[in-house]
């Protein structure tokens, strides 16, 4: 029976993990992993080796810190200064609090904006360092939800 709801509650956080990797609201792979720690809870821990194990580590501990960096160095490869970039990563710490749920990307964008205007930067250029920091968000999305993805798939193959 214990085994069986834990099977369970993994599975549900495979679910948020996955809504969560294009959600800002929820961790996606981290619940993934969490997940996938419940089911070698319930099914012993040799569903997988020991390197794949620090590998999802790894992973996880990767997207996370690549969740906030991509965008940041997004703007800067699109030409942003200084100010536009600690204007991005406050806009994304102040849009996470006040805008859920897309206030990371939206805030993070308006930041770089307001940034590079503040610098002195035309309005085109302000833009351009704002789009910068979307495609640097779309990176880390992707890059979320191949993550999830794989741990999804790794946690049914395990069941299987």
Not at 59 to 70: E, F, G, H, R, S
Not at 80 to 86: C, V
Not at 92 to 114: E, N, S
Request: hydrophobic share 60%; aromatic share 12%.
């Amino acid at each position: 029976m214990l085994t069986s709801l834990l099977i369970v509650a993994g599975a549900m956080l495979q679910l948020l993990g996955l809504a969560g990797s294009v959600l800002p609201v929820l961790a996606g792979p981290p619940l993934n992993f969490i997940g996938l720690i419940i089911l070698g809870l319930a099914k012993g821990w040799d569903i997988f080796s020991p390197t794949l194990w620090l590998i999802l580590v790894g992973v996880t501990v990767l997207t996370m810190i690549l969740d906030y960096v991509l965008p940041i160095s997004g703007a800067r490869r699109y030409g942003s200064t200084k100010w536009g970039t600690w204007g991005a990563f406050l806009g994304m710490l102040l849009g996470v609090f006040l805008f859920p749920p897309f206030g990371l990307i939206l805030g993070a964008f308006l930041g770089a904006v307001v940034g590079e205007l503040l610098a002195g930067k035309k309005d085109r250029q302000a833009l351009r360092a704002g789009w910068g920091v979307f495609v640097g968000y779309f990176f880390s999305l992707l890059l979320k939800v191949i993550a999830s993805g794989v741990m999804t798939f790794l946690f049914v193959r395990a069941l299987v």
